[in-house]
T-cell receptor, first 116, second 114 residues
Framework: AQSVTQPDIHITVSEGASLELRCNYS??????LFWYVQSPGQGLQLLLK????DTLVQGIKGFEAEFKRSQSSFNLRKPSVHWSDAAEYFC??????????????WGLGTSLAVNP | GAVVSQHPSRVICKSGTSVKIECRSL??????MFWYRQFPKQSLMLMAT?????????EQGVEKDKFLINHASLTLSTLTVTSAHPEDSSFYIC??????????FGQGTRLTVV
Protein backbone atom coordinates (compact mmCIF):
# COMPACT_ATOMS: atom_id res chain seq x y z
CA ALA A 1 0.00 0.00 0.00
CA GLN A 2 1.07 3.53 -0.63
CA SER A 3 2.50 5.42 2.29
CA VAL A 4 4.16 8.68 3.17
CA THR A 5 6.72 8.97 5.94
CA GLN A 6 7.79 12.15 7.61
CA PRO A 7 10.55 10.94 9.93
CA ASP A 8 10.73 14.09 12.03
CA ILE A 9 7.77 14.71 14.31
CA HIS A 10 9.10 17.96 15.66
CA ILE A 11 11.91 20.25 14.56
CA THR A 12 13.21 23.45 16.16
CA VAL A 13 15.40 25.87 14.27
CA SER A 14 16.66 29.35 14.93
CA GLU A 15 15.33 32.23 12.92
CA GLY A 16 17.55 32.79 9.91
CA ALA A 17 18.81 29.22 9.86
CA SER A 18 18.24 26.87 6.97
CA LEU A 19 15.54 24.23 7.09
CA GLU A 20 15.01 20.81 5.58
CA LEU A 21 11.91 18.73 6.27
CA ARG A 22 12.09 15.15 5.12
CA CYS A 23 9.46 13.20 3.25
CA ASN A 24 9.71 9.68 1.88
CA TYR A 25 7.02 7.87 -0.04
CA SER A 26 6.25 4.45 -1.38
CA UNK A 27 4.78 4.49 -4.87
CA UNK A 28 4.82 2.37 -7.98
CA UNK A 29 4.76 4.91 -10.77
CA UNK A 30 5.53 8.60 -11.06
CA UNK A 31 4.02 10.18 -7.97
CA UNK A 32 2.09 13.37 -7.59
CA LEU A 33 3.68 15.00 -4.54
CA PHE A 34 2.55 17.89 -2.38
CA TRP A 35 3.68 19.90 0.61
CA TYR A 36 1.08 21.71 2.67
CA VAL A 37 1.43 24.02 5.67
CA GLN A 38 -1.09 24.38 8.47
CA SER A 39 -1.05 27.17 11.03
CA PRO A 40 -2.74 26.46 14.37
CA GLY A 41 -6.49 26.20 14.05
CA GLN A 42 -6.39 26.81 10.32
CA GLY A 43 -6.91 24.87 7.15
CA LEU A 44 -4.12 23.79 4.84
CA GLN A 45 -2.25 25.91 2.35
CA LEU A 46 -0.41 24.40 -0.58
CA LEU A 47 3.28 25.28 -0.54
CA LEU A 48 4.30 23.47 -3.70
CA LYS A 49 3.63 20.42 -5.81
CA UNK A 50 5.43 18.08 -8.18
CA UNK A 51 3.71 16.34 -11.04
CA UNK A 52 6.45 16.01 -13.65
CA UNK A 53 9.35 17.86 -15.25
CA ASP A 54 12.03 19.71 -13.34
CA THR A 55 12.71 17.83 -10.14
CA LEU A 56 13.48 21.02 -8.20
CA VAL A 57 10.20 22.74 -7.48
CA GLN A 58 9.80 26.29 -6.28
CA GLY A 59 6.90 27.16 -4.03
CA ILE A 60 5.44 30.04 -2.11
CA LYS A 61 7.02 31.76 0.88
CA GLY A 62 10.55 30.93 -0.30
CA PHE A 63 10.16 27.17 -0.04
CA GLU A 64 11.48 24.64 -2.50
CA ALA A 65 11.47 20.87 -2.71
CA GLU A 66 13.44 18.35 -4.70
CA PHE A 67 12.02 15.13 -6.05
CA LYS A 68 14.58 12.33 -5.94
CA ARG A 69 13.21 9.17 -7.47
CA SER A 70 16.23 7.07 -6.47
CA GLN A 71 15.66 7.92 -2.83
CA SER A 72 11.85 8.07 -2.98
CA SER A 73 12.10 11.45 -1.34
CA PHE A 74 10.56 14.87 -1.68
CA ASN A 75 12.28 16.98 0.96
CA LEU A 76 11.20 20.53 1.65
CA ARG A 77 13.82 23.22 2.08
CA LYS A 78 14.09 26.87 2.92
CA PRO A 79 17.42 28.72 3.08
CA SER A 80 16.46 31.15 5.84
CA VAL A 81 13.57 30.51 8.20
CA HIS A 82 11.33 33.29 9.49
CA TRP A 83 9.45 33.21 12.79
CA SER A 84 6.20 33.16 10.84
CA ASP A 85 7.16 29.78 9.36
CA ALA A 86 6.37 28.08 12.66
CA ALA A 87 3.54 25.70 11.76
CA GLU A 88 2.70 22.11 10.95
CA TYR A 89 3.96 20.80 7.62
CA PHE A 90 2.39 17.88 5.79
CA CYS A 91 3.72 15.91 2.87
CA UNK A 92 1.20 14.07 0.71
CA UNK A 93 1.14 11.89 -2.39
CA UNK A 94 -1.76 11.48 -4.78
CA UNK A 95 -3.22 7.99 -4.79
CA UNK A 96 -2.36 6.10 -7.96
CA UNK A 97 -4.81 4.38 -10.28
CA UNK A 98 -7.82 5.96 -8.65
CA UNK A 99 -9.21 8.13 -11.42
CA UNK A 100 -11.33 11.10 -10.46
CA UNK A 101 -11.61 9.99 -6.84
CA UNK A 102 -7.87 10.05 -6.35
CA UNK A 103 -7.23 10.68 -2.68
CA UNK A 104 -4.23 12.16 -0.96
CA UNK A 105 -2.11 9.88 1.18
CA TRP A 106 -0.82 11.94 4.08
CA GLY A 107 2.28 11.90 6.19
CA LEU A 108 1.86 12.41 9.91
CA GLY A 109 3.26 15.90 9.75
CA THR A 110 6.28 17.74 11.11
CA SER A 111 5.80 20.46 13.67
CA LEU A 112 8.22 23.32 13.15
CA ALA A 113 9.17 25.69 15.97
CA VAL A 114 11.31 28.73 15.31
CA ASN A 115 13.47 30.25 18.02
CA PRO A 116 14.08 34.00 17.88
CA GLY B 1 -5.59 30.44 -6.62
CA ALA B 2 -8.89 28.71 -6.10
CA VAL B 3 -10.76 29.51 -2.90
CA VAL B 4 -12.69 27.14 -0.71
CA SER B 5 -14.81 28.65 2.03
CA GLN B 6 -15.87 26.58 5.01
CA HIS B 7 -18.52 27.70 7.47
CA PRO B 8 -18.77 27.96 10.40
CA SER B 9 -15.20 28.20 11.61
CA ARG B 10 -16.25 27.30 15.14
CA VAL B 11 -19.40 25.76 16.51
CA ILE B 12 -20.47 24.58 19.92
CA CYS B 13 -23.49 22.35 20.18
CA LYS B 14 -25.26 20.37 22.84
CA SER B 15 -24.96 16.63 22.97
CA GLY B 16 -27.71 14.96 20.96
CA THR B 17 -28.22 17.79 18.51
CA SER B 18 -27.12 17.94 14.89
CA VAL B 19 -24.78 20.42 13.30
CA LYS B 20 -24.20 21.23 9.64
CA ILE B 21 -20.89 22.36 8.16
CA GLU B 22 -20.79 23.94 4.73
CA CYS B 23 -18.00 23.84 2.20
CA ARG B 24 -18.18 26.10 -0.83
CA SER B 25 -15.90 26.48 -3.81
CA LEU B 26 -16.04 30.19 -4.58
CA UNK B 27 -14.41 30.50 -7.97
CA UNK B 28 -14.42 27.04 -9.48
CA UNK B 29 -16.68 24.05 -9.90
CA UNK B 30 -15.82 21.32 -7.48
CA UNK B 31 -16.52 17.99 -9.10
CA UNK B 32 -15.02 16.18 -6.13
CA MET B 33 -15.01 17.18 -2.48
CA PHE B 34 -13.30 15.52 0.44
CA TRP B 35 -14.11 15.68 4.13
CA TYR B 36 -11.41 15.16 6.71
CA ARG B 37 -11.27 14.94 10.45
CA GLN B 38 -8.19 15.99 12.36
CA PHE B 39 -7.44 15.24 15.98
CA PRO B 40 -5.09 17.51 17.94
CA LYS B 41 -1.52 17.31 16.75
CA GLN B 42 -2.35 14.55 14.28
CA SER B 43 -2.58 14.19 10.56
CA LEU B 44 -5.72 14.39 8.49
CA MET B 45 -8.05 11.42 8.44
CA LEU B 46 -10.16 11.16 5.32
CA MET B 47 -13.79 10.57 6.18
CA ALA B 48 -15.45 10.53 2.79
CA THR B 49 -15.23 11.52 -0.84
CA UNK B 50 -18.19 13.03 -2.63
CA UNK B 51 -18.90 13.71 -6.27
CA UNK B 52 -21.57 16.18 -7.31
CA UNK B 53 -24.91 14.48 -7.67
CA UNK B 54 -23.72 11.15 -6.29
CA UNK B 55 -23.71 9.47 -2.95
CA UNK B 56 -20.59 9.96 -0.93
CA UNK B 57 -18.01 7.20 -0.59
CA UNK B 58 -17.13 6.71 3.04
CA GLU B 59 -13.85 5.43 4.38
CA GLN B 60 -13.83 2.28 6.41
CA GLY B 61 -14.94 2.86 9.96
CA VAL B 62 -16.81 6.11 9.28
CA GLU B 63 -20.50 5.89 10.09
CA LYS B 64 -22.41 7.23 7.13
CA ASP B 65 -25.64 7.58 9.11
CA LYS B 66 -23.87 9.76 11.61
CA PHE B 67 -21.87 11.88 9.20
CA LEU B 68 -24.26 12.82 6.43
CA ILE B 69 -22.64 14.28 3.34
CA ASN B 70 -24.52 16.06 0.61
CA HIS B 71 -22.90 17.35 -2.58
CA ALA B 72 -25.95 18.73 -4.33
CA SER B 73 -24.21 21.29 -6.50
CA LEU B 74 -20.83 21.90 -8.06
CA THR B 75 -20.04 24.58 -5.51
CA LEU B 76 -21.47 23.27 -2.27
CA SER B 77 -21.02 20.23 -0.10
CA THR B 78 -22.32 19.86 3.44
CA LEU B 79 -21.38 17.61 6.32
CA THR B 80 -24.01 17.07 8.97
CA VAL B 81 -22.98 15.51 12.24
CA THR B 82 -26.15 13.92 13.56
CA SER B 83 -26.87 13.28 17.22
CA ALA B 84 -23.51 14.70 18.14
CA HIS B 85 -21.66 13.43 21.18
CA PRO B 86 -18.58 14.79 22.93
CA GLU B 87 -16.36 12.26 21.15
CA ASP B 88 -17.36 13.89 17.86
CA SER B 89 -15.59 17.05 18.96
CA SER B 90 -12.82 17.60 16.47
CA PHE B 91 -11.48 19.78 13.67
CA TYR B 92 -13.23 19.08 10.38
CA ILE B 93 -11.69 20.18 7.09
CA CYS B 94 -13.06 20.02 3.58
CA UNK B 95 -11.18 20.16 0.32
CA UNK B 96 -12.39 20.52 -3.24
CA UNK B 97 -11.04 19.62 -6.63
CA UNK B 98 -12.16 20.79 -10.01
CA UNK B 99 -11.01 17.74 -11.88
CA UNK B 100 -7.28 18.15 -11.94
CA UNK B 101 -4.77 16.83 -9.51
CA UNK B 102 -4.71 19.65 -7.00
CA UNK B 103 -7.17 20.00 -4.14
CA UNK B 104 -7.90 23.24 -2.31
CA PHE B 105 -8.72 23.33 1.38
CA GLY B 106 -11.22 25.17 3.50
CA GLN B 107 -10.25 26.90 6.71
CA GLY B 108 -11.62 24.13 8.88
CA THR B 109 -14.38 23.95 11.47
CA ARG B 110 -13.73 23.43 15.16
CA LEU B 111 -16.67 21.45 16.54
CA THR B 112 -17.14 21.22 20.28
CA VAL B 113 -19.95 19.09 21.64
CA VAL B 114 -20.89 19.81 25.24
Amino acid sequence: AQSVTQPDIHITVSEGASLELRCNYSYGATPYLFWYVQSPGQGLQLLLKYFSGDTLVQGIKGFEAEFKRSQSSFNLRKPSVHWSDAAEYFCAVGEENAGNNRKLIWGLGTSLAVNP
Amino acid sequence: GAVVSQHPSRVICKSGTSVKIECRSLDFQATTMFWYRQFPKQSLMLMATSNEGSKATYEQGVEKDKFLINHASLTLSTLTVTSAHPEDSSFYICSAREGGLEAFFGQGTRLTVV
